[in-house]
């Protein structure tokens, strides 16, 4: 991981990705958003700092994550896939990756309490394990809706130790618990850090959680190369929710513009439904959740309740990178709806043996449309594996 | 045309009693008759919530009042036409309170240019940072005459109070606790130390307090500390599924100012 990094796509000083971002906080946030601002980069590129996030993701997550090969998917889309496979690490998905990072932050600030959000829990989980081993009193909050659809992760954070807070306003899913998780920052802004689980929210969050998420494409850089002979792929495939696993996955690749960026977003029961989340379709700039981005809004500007069978994607906007890459055409943004999504994860479960997460099935669900030939290189990153699903998948599949 | 705001403070000094009400609620156009009820039981001045979907500064109340609001179809279109000929029956200062989001899909150039139309004098926007501001929208808050008015909070360091001291020309908003909207809680003794530390900075522009203020006894505890204060929750919930705005604004207000 190295501190300075020049690239148009990458944040400036200010906290902006092209016209995105910045931190459009309350007054009540701003000691503390400021504290970030001025600390990150110093406290993250500490060397020790440095030594214990290795030590961790490689003794406590399991990195480096394989890069495997997959050969009957291959064949069916006739081209050369190989999935990073986030899916193993441990709490099953690439969000712990970010909580090492904030927690051994958090610890350096001094704070003893942590917060966080969720939508399909594994945030939740990720941000409750680490608390765990950091021994620090930690509280989720999760929309009423979303503890319904993953009932095993509330049970897995609450064994963890943690307090799952139930969001009741809005549409009672991952936006919502995110207003209260700030209502709870803004309420205890000394003694508590608030784990974003995404590139979203004030700058510098966006940055701090694709930096923490980057070692996902330092990794395919290196295993690509003793694998193939060259660092790069011609395609990334990855989900975007509010778009931290594709943050990470594109992160060492956004300059080398010959390596085809894929976003894909949940289209719900189809684009133009009225139910789906897919933001760069439907959305429009202005300021949510602290941040100048894309998202999905009525003429007057009140946010659109989204729509996706996956929790983790069930968001009606993208951070701040993501819109700039989408504006500015780096990423290629395609979308999957609910069926395609659950086809996927029949189809990765027999041609693979690996069933993976509802999130991670929608980047597989559009292999078949990004233009790879024969030859060509895709990298898809598998985000998480598909056990907090599985009522889902009992439900709609089997 | 001197503003407003800045008149009413040089007339009054103590005790000013200002109120919070989000636009199209109860009713959608309950706005003006709203207006008309608080000036005449001597309400000072009164902040109007433009409503949104997301209100993370504030509490569960106005979250309710603001969701109403939009059920009911209010935005700022609706808005401004209610508030076209408000200047011909209120003579009160009127503040637009609300996030930049709304704000910023109006246009804000449009939305001050509308404003200051209807007769607004001022705008709160607690998700404005004053960076933004400072870059990007304060040579046309000048240009419409409209006032920006900054929040502190118990964490605002002195030199960034002193800071939003000189960007400000009308009042300072004292949040009066690190809480969002609709506390419960009687004023502790540590608010009472932080309202004093900002009382002895003697700043250039007048000081209200507002966050919390729900009552007779909160009130002229804040008004000790302050040229006055804000009553938000409070009077939503007095007004809540009101069948009499006339009779609930009167009572309520009669009892602050018992
Ligand atoms: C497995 C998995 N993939 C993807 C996501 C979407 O989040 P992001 O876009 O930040 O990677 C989630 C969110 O919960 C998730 O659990």
Redesign the interface.
């Known amino acids: 991981m190295s501190e300075n990094i020049n690239s148009k796509y990458q944040v400036n000083e200010?906290g902006y990705y092209g016209q995105f971002g910045?931190?459009?906080?309350?007054?009540?946030l701003?000691?503390?958003i400021e504290e970030l601002q001025q600390k990150y980069l110093e406290i993250i590129y500490d060397e020790n700092f440095q030594k214990e996030f290795q030590q961790l993701l490689k003794d406590y997550v399991g990195r480096p994550t394989p890069l495997y090969f997959a050969s009957r998917l291959s064949e069916k889309f006739q081209t050369q896939i190989y999935l990073k496979r986030e899916d193993l690490c441990h709490t099953g998905a690439h969000k712990v990756n970010n909580t090492i990072g904030q927690i051994l932050l958090a610890k350096r600030l001094g704070k003893t309490r942590i917060i966080a959000e969720t939508g399909a829990g594994q945030h939740g989980v990720a941000t409750a394990t680490v608390c765990a081993l950091m021994n620090l009193p930690c509280v989720v909050y999760m929309g009423e809706v979303d503890i319904q659809r993953q009932a095993p992760n509330v049970k897995r954070m609450q064994l963890l130790g943690a307090e799952v807070r139930p969001a009741t306003?809005?549409s009672k899913t991952l936006?919502?618990a995110t207003?209260e998780a700030?209502?709870d920052w803004?309420?205890?802004?000394?003694d508590t850090h608030y784990i974003i689980g995404s590139v979203v929210g004030p700058h510098p969050f966006p940055d701090m959680v694709a930096r923490f998420q980057s070692v996902i494409s330092e990794e395919i850089k290196q295993q690509l190369n003793e694998k193939t002979g060259k660092e790069n792929p011609d395609f990334v495939v990855a989900c975007v929710g509010g778009g931290s696993n594709a943050a990470g996955a594109f992160y060492h690749f956004l300059d080398d513009e010959k390596v085809q960026l894929v976003a894909v977003e949940a289209a719900g029961h189809g684009v133009h439904s009225g139910k789906s989340a897919a933001t760069t379709q439907l959305g429009?700039i202005?300021?949510?959740?602290?941040s100048k981005t894309l998202f999905m809004?009525t003429?007057?500007?009140?946010?659109v309740e989204p729509h996706s069978i996956s929790a983790g994607l069930d968001y009606p906007g993208i951070g701040p990178m993501h819109a700039n890459l989408f504006d500015t055409k780096r990423a290629h943004f395609l979308s999957a709806t609910d069926d395609e999504a659950l086809k996927a994860v029949q189809l990765l479960a027999k041609l693979e043996g690996i069933i993976p997460a509802l999130e991670s099935a929608h980047a597989i669900a559009v292999l078949d449309r990004i233009g790879a030939k024969q030859n060509d290189v895709v990298v898809l990153n598998l985000s998480g594996r598909g056990d907090k699903d599985l009522d889902t998948y009992i439900r709609e599949i089997i | 045309m001197s503003n407003r705001i800045k008149e009413l403070f040089q007339q009054k000094n103590k005790n000013i009693l200002s109120i919070f009400c989000t636009a199209g609620f109860p009713n959608k156009n309950d706005i003006v008759s709203i207006l008309e009820h608080a000036q005449k039981n001597g309400v000072d001045m009164v902040e109007i919530g433009m409503p949104f979907s997301d209100p993370t500064a504030d509490g569960p109340v106005i979250q309710y009042s603001n969701t109403i609001a939009i059920n009911n179809g209010m935005t700022l279109k609706v808005l401004f036409e209610q508030l076209k000929d408000i200047r011909q029956k209120i003579n009160i200062p009127l503040v637009l309170m609300g996030y930049f989001n709304p704000v910023y899909q109006y246009g804000v150039e449009n939305f001050l240019n509308d404003a200051n139309a209807c007769g607004i004098d001022g705008v709160i926007i607690p998700d404005l940072p004053m960076y933004e501001y400072e870059t990007m929208y304060q040579q046309m808050f000048e240009k419409y005459k409209l006032k920006n008015i900054f929040l502190v909070t118990p964490q605002t360091s002195t030199e960034r109070i002193k800071k939003i001291d000189v960007l400000s020309d009308a009042f300072i908003y004292i949040v009066s606790s690190n809480a969002i909207t609709g506390g419960n809680a009687d004023i502790q003794e540590s608010q009472e130390k932080y309202f004093q530390r900002i009382q002895a900075m003697q700043l250039n522009n007048p000081i209200v307090i507002g966050f919390g203020i729900k009552d007779k006894s909160t009130f002229d505890t804040a008004c000790n500390y302050a040229n006055g204060a804000i009553i938000g929750t409070a009077f939503i919930k007095a007004i809540d599924q009101s069948k009499d705005l006339e009779n609930d604004i009167a009572s309520f207000i009669k009892k602050i100012q018992a």
């Open positions: 200010k910045g931190a459009y906080i309350p007054e009540m701003h000691p503390n306003s809005g936006k919502d207003n700030m209502r803004i309420a205890n802004p000394t429009r202005g300021v949510l959740h602290s809004q003429e007057d500007g009140q946010v």
